[in-house]
């Protein structure tokens, strides 16, 4: 769940309720240095990397690891932003609800793609994301970074970079922002 599903802003004819936080704030800036390193670790550096965050909730992750790449190697890493909402395969299922508009203000032919994202989930919006990548160039890799990996997986993605495994049901939702991580549900308007 991205910054702007809040418990103050409506989500899907409701409100986001947390039952229980996951990680605090220092967990989270933790989880995302680590995560800086491995990511230096897997690809040797920082050569021809570019971040894309997904909208919403995996921009400002894909900025943050930005900033710790910069503070580690001393020099600036390329960071986009990639709205996946008409690249969906349930278009005509649920409304499409388009984010920010698209930013790549680099080629991303022969690079390595580090997508960004906040919960993973079925894999689907991943999916879509990759199909997305593709109308933007060729990339010579494409990885994948998040701060949750919740599971109930319904296609054969794999993160390659993990803040916390998170073993949900179904119907609980996660909300992850830089002030922590909350695992919730959705109460309707109703009651």
């Avoid at 390193?37 to 050569?47: A, D």
């Avoid at 900025?63 to 395969?89: H, M, Q, S």
């Avoid at 409304?95 to 032919?109: A, E, H, I, K, Y």
Wanted: no cysteine; proline share 5%; aromatic share 6%.
């Amino acid at each position: 769940m991205a910054d702007s599903e809040r418990t103050t802003t409506p989500l899907n004819g409701g409100f986001f309720v947390a039952r229980s936080e996951i990680m605090d704030a220092d967990g989270v800036r933790r989880a995302l240095w680590r995560m800086s390193h491995e990511i230096l670790e897997q690809n040797k550096g920082i050569r021809d990397i570019v971040l894309v965050g997904l909208e919403t909730g995996g921009v400002h992750l894909a900025r943050k690891l930005a900033i710790n790449l910069l503070e580690i190697e001393g020099e600036e890493i390329p960071v986009g932003t990639l709205d996946v909402a008409f690249y969906r395969d349930d278009i005509g299922i649920r409304p499409v609800v388009p984010g920010n508009p698209t930013d790549l203000p680099f080629d991303l032919t022969s690079r390595v793609v580090v997508l960004v994202d906040d919960v993973l989930f079925t894999g689907r919006t991943i999916r879509a994301a990759m199909d997305a990548i593709v109308d933007f160039g060729r990339p010579a890799a494409v990885q994948l970074a998040v701060m949750i990996d919740r599971g109930h997986r319904e296609l054969p993605i794999r993160p390659d970079y993990v803040g916390k495994n998170l073993p949900t049901r179904r119907d609980e939702l996660v909300d992850v922002q830089e002030g922590g991580v909350w695992l919730g549900h959705l109460e309707s308007e109703e009651s």
